[in-house]
């Protein structure tokens, strides 16, 4: 068993990688897109409750005058104060100003869910690697189109970028 991850909220972002209609409908492994979104708007609600930072990255399809349907947030998902961005690419900083927002407000670690684990969600957080933050992986706050891709990356690429956690295992130090 693992000891409970305790964030510095003041430093600490939850990123939400692609939660969007369409894309949670998706038949995903190894939980539902419900499941995944449950889970996700759980630990939005303790960050916000903590004062910690929550960043919400959603794509658009380049060169497309419409966007399908569906190709919005999830409702509900997003409240005042979150950080917003639309990537056009599979990872979440490339051209979206998501790096600049979160170090003008002195994040050092960031908390990763969403849909595909292997797609948008590890491709985020190997930039945000790069770029010198702390990385952690919320297993159950994620789902892939197969549980291959999913266990791939949590099990064998998350472990060696970051801390891979359960939500539950997810608390905030004292300020």
Same mark, same amino acid.
Request: charged residues 20%.
């Given at each position: 068993?693992?000891?409970?991850?305790?964030?510095?909220?003041?430093?600490?972002?939850?990123?939400? /990688?692609?939660?969007?209609?369409?894309?949670?409908?998706?038949?995903?492994?190894?939980?539902?897109? +419900?499941?995944?979104?449950?889970?996700?708007?759980?630990?939005?609600?303790?960050?916000?409750? +903590?004062?910690?930072?929550?960043?919400? /990255?959603?794509?658009?399809?380049?060169? /497309?005058?419409?966007?399908?349907?569906?190709?919005?947030?999830?409702?509900?998902?997003?409240?005042?104060?979150?950080?917003?961005?639309?990537?056009? #690419?599979?990872?979440?900083?490339?051209?979206?100003?998501?790096?600049?927002?979160?170090?003008?407000?002195?994040?050092?670690?960031?908390?990763?869910?969403?849909?595909? #684990?292997?797609?948008? /969600?590890?491709?985020?957080?190997?930039?945000?690697?790069?770029?010198?933050?702390?990385?952690?992986?919320?297993?159950?706050?994620?789902?892939?189109?197969?549980?291959?891709?999913?266990?791939?990356?949590?099990?064998?690429?998350?472990?060696?970028?970051?801390?891979?956690?359960?939500?539950?295992?997810?608390?905030?130090?004292?300020?």
């Amino acid at each position: 068993m693992t000891a409970p991850l305790a964030l510095d909220p003041a430093r600490s972002a939850l990123v939400l /990688v692609d939660l969007m209609d369409r894309i949670v409908a998706l038949s995903l492994e190894p939980r539902k897109g +419900a499941e995944v979104l449950t889970t996700a708007q759980e630990l939005a609600g303790a960050f916000r409750a +903590a004062g910690a930072h929550v960043a919400l /990255v959603r794509v658009e399809r380049p060169g /497309v005058s419409e966007q399908p349907p569906g190709s919005g947030l999830v409702a509900g998902l997003a409240a005042a104060g979150d950080i917003e961005v639309v990537k056009r #690419t599979i990872g979440g900083f490339q051209g979206t100003g998501l790096d600049e927002r979160l170090r003008e407000r002195g994040v050092t670690t960031l908390v990763f869910g969403g849909i595909a #684990t292997n797609l948008g /969600v590890e491709s985020t957080a190997r930039a945000a690697g790069d770029l010198g933050y702390d990385l952690v992986f919320v297993e159950d706050a994620m789902a892939a189109l197969t549980a291959a891709e999913h266990d791939a990356s949590v099990r064998l690429d998350f472990p060696r970028l970051g801390t891979v956690v359960r939500a539950a295992e997810v608390h905030f130090t004292a300020s």
